[in-house]
RNA sequence: GCCGCGGUGGUGGAAUCGGUAGACACGAAGGACUUAAAAUCCUUUGGCCAGAGAUGGCUGUGCGGGUUCAAGUCCCGCCCGCGGUACCA
């Protein structure tokens, strides 16, 4: 009986549909569990090996918490709003939904095929009006609140109108419109003009997440900065318990330590400093107090409120001059320019505590989102001030004993304080916390935590997105009413913006609610995201994002698996969403993903094939890899991609080449033997000519050809293979590259494993058969609640030839070995399962107990050691303790010739392991 | 620059608590079966040395030190690679 696994794999997926036995009930006996995965984005691309690398782990983590009897979640769904689909429809006129749908039915059956235990009654998409009813909802939610820092948590504003009311005698004295606006400062979803990344390329704002260097994550297109009016979500004042969170989350290290820079917690002092003339002084931050007695001169970045303020009318023109510059440079250049830039603008501030003049710049190395947007500089110990300081010639005073300034700052927060005046002698940090005291006490500052996470921009003027629930009335936004939800995304005429510059849904119809005019942006990416986890617990609920006994009952994300691309977006967004809705009591916990493992990527491996471009070249001639360094080839060759699927372990298919693009037809080789055809004119290509590829490791795309699909390896070798092998590859956290070769060796694994399937005996097991099974029980039990998987396939195989060796067909170990397999090859394991006579299906059975009985043995070898090396080996009773086993080696025969008389100096047993003598 | 992760045979990688490094697989070499090939099975496979052989010796986890009876694993100092982040005051 042949392994014929896509006979196996197709009767089961069809046998597991038909039961629903991937169903999960809200309502168990059982207790729950949850596990999920990060959900794709569809892509016209289609699934490439690399993608379902951490959904087979989430898979196996699934199934082996089902055996073990829990009542497990574990969803799947499409993040379905995006930029490709609006941008393949701004080419070609097709609606993006019809594209996105395509792409989900394409994902769906390269999805099913690999055999997931997906719940596919909870499908969740953000572009589903089902859906994205509940983001509008979550964001009306944020509008009417705001963030009360005294209880550190999101209140309805009705509150605050309510305490404005009581304290505030000027609350009624307002307008509708002051009222609105004064309401605007502190709504946890909000309206401003704001300083934001414009990608004109995009047509649209980006997050600062979804801008890296300068450049759009997406695309890669230039960003520039801009001030427009934008809806913005105030993340800010989550940044003290999104950090503290962080502790109580199993995640790795390295990711919360991203998650931490990215918030950036600062502690340091605001400190006032007078503006020489006039009354009102202006306030930095710093968090080297313990450096004023230095600073020389002030800097304001150019966007600063201050700046109005300060210019003399005689440096007006070239302050103008120098803020029209810095308007119209790209971020992109700033970044790339780094030459000391600024303008003076002919104030001068006054050093509270030396009280001298000291004058103030505008500078773009100072941002005006960071701190109060002003700096004081200490030139002596900050690098930035020292280059500004050296390149407008101010002056430099060093404060650190010992410190050489006179090339470069010395930013070192150490040594012995000099001339700061009541400072003096004291070690930095002692001078930071005294003068945080004094100016405490004064009155001049105050200590202050900074942030660095900024409030994230939430517009985009794009069309493929949830329309916000908002409409203007006297230019002031106004959600609509929750039981008018979803906000329907309109048909549109175009997905460009319109003629004069208005987002897309400027082209629709009627966007109008009662008569007055709609919003016209649209939300981002991770506005459907960021609480899809909560949607899959109750998808079908038409009167709440997730009802409150449900959401009881599952509470939270037991394991969450995903790229660690995300970690400064998604998953800070959705902490803060999961956060938000917790403090208006909508769910019953405060962090959305207990665990989380990030899955590595996998990159391509790419395949070359070296053309001759050397003298006489036509271009047509192929020279093997092996060859190509050869003094007649070297640096005469051009290495050139090739399809990897018509490779086979660095062997190209010749045959397959030749007919793969049109150029190669007539291609000539030079094989790895170093003969070519015209060697062998009428015999075409011998079998036995070989010529070997190049390869290198790149990201998998296609224009590199290195492409694997999925469906091609379940084709060929079946999904169980391709869950083993991808488990197989390396650790999960690991990024590495595919290699099909390979997957040959664990295709034959399983092969084996079915042919001991054949005649199935009720014979009780003999001892050795049951060593080798609960050896086993144990390594895959600690291997998946470990996240070993790559660990596991190993155990499998030595395991499968231990029972081969012993012939073993007992029905009472089979059975468990289904058991076993069943997380990492569910079809196989299922028939496994039902060869030995079972009616159920596997899922259903329970996780095997391992019996350690059965692993304890009589006697256990001792190798014994003399100062560190090897010279014999005993076999000891297992029982025997640390003293006995002592005595009896140093009583051995063979002890005493490598003692050769002497006494040894020390004895160390380690029981079970090792005898080592140090003479 | 700063932060994080890593470096083990020809290759992917094991070694889970400091305890016989190289499991398992690929590749390679040799052999069996076969008219032949494929498939399958068996043997060998870190390096060096000795031996006809069983076997034995030395060396060996990026580099240099250290702790320990014992180090891939712990400590100190470097080198290299990958990832994140960057005028954040």
């Given at each position: ?61 699934a ?23 609006e ?6 006129g097709?609606h993006?939904?019809?594209?996105t ?57 009705s ?20 009222q ?19 990608c ?17 994550v ?11 009016r ?8 989550y ?8 502790k ?38 710093t ?10 001169f ?82 002596a ?31 070192a ?57 908002v ?31 208005r ?17 016209l ?8 995201s ?8 109750d ?5 709440a ?23 400064t ?66 640096d ?73 699909n999925?469906?091609d ?73 470990n ?20 012939r073993?067909?007992?029905?009472a ?49 001792y ?13 000891l ?14 009583s ?17 047993v ?10």
């Amino acid at each position: 009986m042949d392994y014929n696994f896509k006979e196996i794999e197709q009767q089961w997926q069809a046998e597991w549909e038909k039961a629903h036995v991937y169903q999960v009930s809200n309502k168990s006996d059982k207790k729950p569990f949850y596990v999920l995965d990060m959900f794709p984005y569809p892509s016209g691309a289609g699934l490439h090996v690399g993608h379902p690398l951490g959904y087979i782990a989430s898979d196996i983590y699934a199934r082996y918490k089902r055996l073990q009897g829990f009542n497990v979640l574990h969803p799947m769904g499409f993040d379905s709003y995006g930029l490709p689909a609006e941008q393949y429809a701004i080419q070609t006129g097709q609606h993006p939904e019809v594209t996105t749908m395509k792409n989900i039915a394409r994902y769906i059956e390269q999805l099913k095929k690999i055999g997931f235990c997906y719940d596919w009654d909870r499908e969740v998409k953000t572009c589903d009006p089902d859906f994205y009813k509940w983001t509008q909802w979550a964001f009306i939610q944020m509008f009417n609140s705001y963030y009360d820092t005294a209880q550190q948590k999101a209140r309805p504003i009705s509150e605050l109108i309510h305490k404005w009311e009581q304290d505030d005698p000027t609350w009624a004295t307002l307008t509708e419109q002051q009222q609105q606006e004064r309401l605007m400062k502190f709504r946890i979803a909000y309206l401003s003009d704001t300083k934001v990344n414009w990608c004109p390329q995009l047509g649209t704002v980006l997050a600062n997440d979804e801008v890296s260097e300068g450049l759009s994550v997406r695309g890669g297109f230039p960003v520039e900065q801009r001030v427009m009016r934008q809806w913005s979500i105030r993340v800010s004042a989550y940044a003290g318990r999104l950090l503290e969170g962080l502790k109580k989350l199993d995640w790795t290290e390295s990711l919360k330590e991203t998650q931490r820079n990215w918030i950036g917690r600062s502690e340091g002092a605001e400190m006032q400093f007078s503006i020489k003339g006039q009354d009102a002084p202006f306030t930095i931050f710093t968090t080297r107090a313990d450096t004023v007695f230095g600073v020389t001169f002030m800097v304001l970045a150019p966007e600063s409120e201050y700046v109005k303020r300060v210019v003399k009318p005689e440096q007006q023109d070239e302050v103008d001059a120098y803020l029209d510059r810095c308007k119209h440079r790209t971020e992109r250049e700033r970044i790339a320019d780094r030459k000391v830039t600024g303008v003076f603008t002919g104030s001068y501030a006054i050093n509270p505590l030396t009280h001298t003049e000291i004058p103030i710049y505008i500078s773009d190395y100072v941002l005006s989102g960071y701190g109060t947007g002003a700096i004081m500089a200490v030139p002596a110990h900050d690098s930035r001030d020292y280059a500004f300081a050296k390149h407008f010639n101010l002056p430099i005073i060093p404060l650190i004993e010992g410190a050489d300034v006179s090339e470069q700052s010395f930013d070192a927060k150490e040594g012995k304080m000099i001339n700061s005046g009541f400072l003096n002698g004291l070690e930095v940090p002692d001078a930071i916390a005294k003068m945080k005291e004094y100016i405490t006490n004064t009155g001049i500052g105050r200590v202050k935590v900074n942030y660095r996470l900024r409030d994230a921009i939430f517009s985009r003027q794009r069309y493929w997105g949830e329309p916000f629930p908002v409409y203007y009335k006297d230019g002031m936004p106004y959600t609509i009413d929750e039981k008018d939800l979803p906000l329907m995304l309109p048909e549109v005429s175009d997905f460009k913006p319109t003629s004069d510059g208005r987002p897309p849904l400027g082209n629709a119809k009627d966007w109008t609610y009662n008569g007055y005019p709609l919003e016209l942006n649209t939300m981002p990416g991770f506005a459907g995201s960021s609480a899809y986890y909560l949607r899959y617990m109750d998808n079908h609920n038409a009167n709440a994002l997730v009802d409150k006994d449900v959401n009881a009952y599952w509470r939270q994300v037991n394991l969450y698996i995903g790229g660690t691309e995300h970690a400064t977006g998604h998953l800070i967004y959705s902490r803060f969403w999961n956060k938000f809705l917790y403090d208006l009591g909508y769910i019953c916990e405060d962090e959305p993903f207990q665990k989380l493992i990030n899955q590595g990527m996998i990159q391509g491996r790419s395949n070359f094939v070296y053309r001759y471009i050397g003298e006489g070249a036509t271009g047509n001639l192929y020279i093997s890899y092996n060859l190509i360094d050869n003094p007649e080839y070297k640096d005469k060759v051009q290495p050139i991609h090739v399809n990897v699927n018509i490779v086979h372990n660095d062997i190209l298919d010749i045959a397959a080449f030749r007919n793969w693009l049109p150029e190669y037809k007539n291609a000539q080789f030079v094989y790895s033997d170093g003969t070519t055809d015209n060697d062998n004119p009428y015999l075409g290509t011998p079998a036995e000519k070989q010529y070997i590829c190049g390869w290198a490791v790149e990201k998998m795309s296609k224009s590199m050809y290195n492409v694997v699909n999925p469906d091609d390896i379940v084709e060929q070798y079946g999904a169980d293979t391709l869950r083993l092998y991808e488990m197989f590859l390396g650790p999960l956290e690991m990024s590495k590259p595919w290699d099909t070769k390979g997957i040959d060796g664990v295709h034959r694994f399983m092969r084996k494993l079915w042919n001991m399937y054949e005649d199935i005996s009720d014979e009780e097991p003999t001892r050795e058969e049951y060593k080798a099974l609960h050896k086993l029980i144990k390594k895959i039990t600690w291997d998946i609640e470990n996240f070993s998987f790559n660990t596991s396939i190993p155990a499998f195989m030595i395991a499968q030839n231990e029972l081969s060796a012993l012939r073993c067909n007992k029905r009472a170990i089979l059975r468990q070995l289904a058991i076993l397999m069943a997380p990492y090859a569910p079809h196989i394991a299922e028939a496994m399962w039902h060869r030995c006579g079972e009616t159920t299906f596997v899922v259903d059975a329970q996780w095997c107990e391992c019996d350690e009985t059965y692993l304890t043995e009589d006697t256990v070898k001792y190798p014994v050691q003399f100062n560190g090396k090897v010279r014999f080996t005993v076999e000891l009773p297992k029982t025997m303790g640390k003293e006995d086993i002592e005595q009896t080696v140093m009583s051995h025969e063979d002890t005493a010739k490598y003692l050769n008389g002497a006494a040894p100096k020390k004895v160390i047993v380690v029981p079970g392991r090792i005898v080592n003598i140090v003479v």
